[in-house]
């Protein structure tokens, strides 16, 4: 099979076209044919060294991709009702940039209806990601306030939308107008330019002074003083990335007069139990929202995996160059084929 490889760390240009040996599906797995691969930062820190990969996964990057099945336990298809020829999305610990991709099945879900492959594979890491961030980890009930930090992200664009969607009162920041046009337009009710304003500040006239109940952070570092100071009463901030240092200081007195929780979480590790609890919980509470368009996916760009114009070359490094810009808004997609899953 064709696989996207990182030949050594490095910038964006070590990615490159290979072959290695189709996998086959193990106990309790799938082995899906992949039509697209979702682009996640996690992918560009593991490309230039930063991001080790978790014992047993792959070293081929890629943490979710859609396709169909091709093949299986049978033992874990009878379980769960996935069969030959079926469409499907799934969260991988690795792997994901190749025509052929196994995944755990309590991991796969099916293609919600209407959706292409394309949207489909932007799906499971962002939403695994913020469900069990946003609600299952800082449990955001409706009518509370939520601040996402990176509001035009692939996490951003899918937590403004569940956030919404179950009742909550969304504030995003974002690195320009554009953006923060963009996140209004996904539904959230205030959008702050962290460029021109300072977040703290704005969210605090927003709130009446009474500060927000969640922050979704992935910028960590010296954020997180500001994020005590604008958290309501028993606020709870969930960093789930450190793109700002992984360091911070900050007023511990307001943690303990305001009764704050300061939590975090990244996925990659967390156990196959973790994952399938999640994998159910989003099936039965947020895929419905997704058939009935109360909420979309957000594709910035695709990316042929195999450059139609170099067929021993990939674009995916130009993807990751497009990652590393933080000039898109929503998901960024590597695709594998001519023809692309339809609806």
């Not at 049978?74 to 995944?103: H, I, N, P």
């Not at 755990?104 to 799906?123: M, N, R, W, Y």
């Not at 920041?173 to 300072?198: M, P, Q, R, V, W």
Request: net charge neutral; glycine share 10%.
């Amino acid at each position: 099979m064709k696989i996207v490889e990182i030949s050594a760390f490095g910038a964006p240009e070590v990615l490159r076209l290979a072959e290695r040996p189709a996998p086959s599906a193990g106990v309790g797995e799938l082995l899906i044919r992949v039509s697209a691969s979702g682009i996640n930062r996690p992918d560009v820190l593991q490309r230039t060294g930063n991001y080790p990969v978790p014992p047993g996964a792959s070293d081929i990057p890629g943490l979710e991709v859609a396709g169909v099945v091709v093949s299986g336990d049978e033992v874990a298809m009878a379980a769960s009702g996935f069969k030959v020829g079926d469409r499907v999305c799934a969260l991988v610990a690795g792997g994901g940039y190749a025509e052929l991709c196994v995944a755990p099945v309590g991991q796969c879900l099916p293609v919600p209806k209407g959706f292409t492959d394309i949207e489909a594979a932007s799906l499971p890491e962002t939403f695994f990601t913020v469900w069990s961030n946003v609600f299952e980890r800082a449990y955001l009930a409706k009518g509370e306030t939520l601040l996402i930090q990176g509001g035009s992200s692939g996490i951003g664009v899918t937590a403004i939308q569940i956030a919404k969607a179950m009742g909550a009162t969304v504030i995003v920041t974002a690195g320009s107008d554009e953006k923060c046009t963009a996140c209004l337009a996904l539904g959230a009710d205030h959008a702050i330019n962290y460029k021109a304003t300072d977040f703290a500040e704005e969210v605090k006239k927003l709130t009446d002074g009474k500060g927000v109940n969640v922050i979704l952070d992935m910028v960590a570092g010296s954020y997180v003083a500001r994020e005590v100071e604008c958290m309501a009463e028993d606020g709870r901030l969930v960093i789930i990335a450190v793109q700002g240092g992984i360091k911070a200081e900050f007023n511990a007195g307001l943690v303990l007069r305001k009764r704050l929780t300061i939590t975090g979480s990244t996925l990659r590790p967390r156990s196959l139990e973790f994952k399938t609890a999640v994998a159910k919980a989003l099936k039965d509470k947020v895929w419905p929202l997704l058939e009935s368009g109360a909420i979309k996916p957000v594709i910035h760009s695709t990316f042929a995996a195999v450059d139609p114009e170099e067929l021993t070359g990939s674009l995916a490094a130009r993807a990751h160059t497009l990652m590393e810009s933080n000039q898109h808004i929503g998901k960024i997609v590597l695709t594998w084929a001519s023809v692309v899953g339809k609806a």
